[in-house]
C-alpha cells in the first residue's frame, strides 16, 4: 500500500518536472469497500510509478485508462467500473474477470507556463492574454527597456532582460511549457526556435509570414532539423481569423494554444448548427 507520504513526494515529483500523473484508487470490488484503500500511480507514458491494485493484469488495464485521460486535457476526474476500462489492443484480457470493480482516476497536472520570445506589442498582448487564462508567464527581450515593468506593469509576469539563447537554457521547459515566438526581427525569431525545436515543449509558435516561415523552414531543414521536429512548430502562429491588432495577434495565438490543449477543429460552431441549416 502506498501511504500519503510517498504520495506526495511522487506528486511533488511530478510537478516539478512538470509532468502529469495519475492516481488510481480501488474504491469497491464486487460491492466490498477494503479498510486500507489499494492505489496505482502511473506517468503519462504509461509507467507504473509506485502502488498496486492487488492484480498485476488490473493494474495494466488502468494504467492504460490512465494514460488516455491524462492525454485528455478536459479530464480531471473519472470513476469507471472494469468494463469501462481500456482493452489491450490485442484482446487478450478479459476485463470481465475482474467480477464488479470500481476505480476512481484523479489526475495531477502541473501548471501551465507560457514563455514569450519578445517584448514587443505582441509580445506584450500575449503575456496579458495568457495571464488571463491563468498561466504562468515569462517574457524574455534582449533590450531591458522592452522586458521592463513599464511595459509589463503586472507582477506576476516573470521578465528577463537578457540574450534570448542564454534566457531560454536558463529555464526548465517541460510538457507543461508554451512557447511563443515574437522578436522584434526574423533573426531572432530563427535563432529562438533553433534553441527550443528539439525540447519537450507542448507548443512551439513562431510569428512570421507564410513566406518567411517557408524560408526559415527550408534553412533549419538544410541544417539538419529532422522533418517531424518542424512539423510540430506552428508557424505562421495562430488560428486564421484576419487579426491585424496585437491583441488580436494575441487572441489568435492563445485560442490556438487552447486547441491544442483542449482539441477541436477552430471551426466555427455555427457552420453546422440549427440556424446555418434553416432554409
Known amino acids: 500500500m502506498l501511504t ?6 511522487a506528486l511533488e515529483a511530478s510537478l516539478k518536472a512538470g509532468h502529469s500523473l495519475a492516481i488510481v484508487s480501488l474504491m469497491a470490488r464486487d460491492g466490498r469497500i477494503d479498510e486500507h484503500t489499494a492505489r496505482l ?39 469507471a467500473d472494469a468494463n469501462e476500462l481500456t482493452a489491450s489492443s490485442s484482446g487478450e484480457i478479459d476485463l470481465q474477470a475482474f467480477g464488479q470493480v470500481r476505480l476512481l482516476f484523479e489526475i495531477s497536472r502541473p501548471p501551465l507556463e507560457l514563455i514569450v520570445c519578445g517584448g514587443g506589442h505582441v509580445g506584450q498582448a500575449v503575456a496579458i492574454a495568457g495571464r488571463f487564462l491563468d498561466f504562468n508567464v515569462t517574457v524574455i527581450d534582449d533590450r531591458a527597456d522592452f522586458a521592463s515593468r513599464e511595459k509589463f506593469p503586472d507582477e506576476r509576469i516573470r521578465l528577463i532582460a537578457d540574450d534570448f539563447v542564454a534566457a531560454l537554457r536558463s529555464l526548465r521547459i517541460t510538457p507543461a511549457t508554451h512557447i511563443v515566438i515574437v522578436t522584434r526581427g526574423h533573426r531572432h525569431d530563427e535563432i529562438c526556435l533553433q534553441e527550443v525545436i528539439g525540447s519537450t515543449a507542448r507548443y512551439i509558435g513562431m510569428i512570421g509570414s507564410r513566406r518567411r516561415t517557408t524560408t526559415i523552414r527550408e534553412r533549419l531543414k538544410r541544417e539538419g532539423v529532422a522533418p517531424e521536429l518542424l512539423r510540430q512548430v506552428h508557424a505562421p502562429i495562430g488560428l486564421d481569423i484576419n487579426a491585424l491588432t496585437p491583441e488580436e495577434i494575441a487572441l ?15 471551426a466555427p460552431k455555427s457552420a453546422d448548427g440549427p440556424m446555418a441549416r434553416s432554409r
Not at 500519503?4 to 513526494?9: K, L
Not at 509507467?47 to 480531471?76: M, W
Not at 489568435?252 to 477552430?266: D, H, N, Q, T
Open 41 to 79: 500511480l502511473v506517468a503519462g507514458d504509461g509507467a507504473l510509478i509506485g502502488g498496486s491494485l492487488g492484480d498485476s493484469v488490473l493494474d495494466a488495464a488502468a494504467a492504460r485508462q490512465a494514460v488516455a485521460l491524462l492525454a485528455d486535457d478536459r479530464r480531471e476526474i473519472v470513476v
Open 4 to 9: 500519503a507520504s510517498e504520495i506526495a513526494q
Open 252 to 266: 489568435a495565438i492563445l485560442a490556438e494554444i487552447v486547441l491544442v490543449r483542449r482539441g477541436g477543429s477552430g
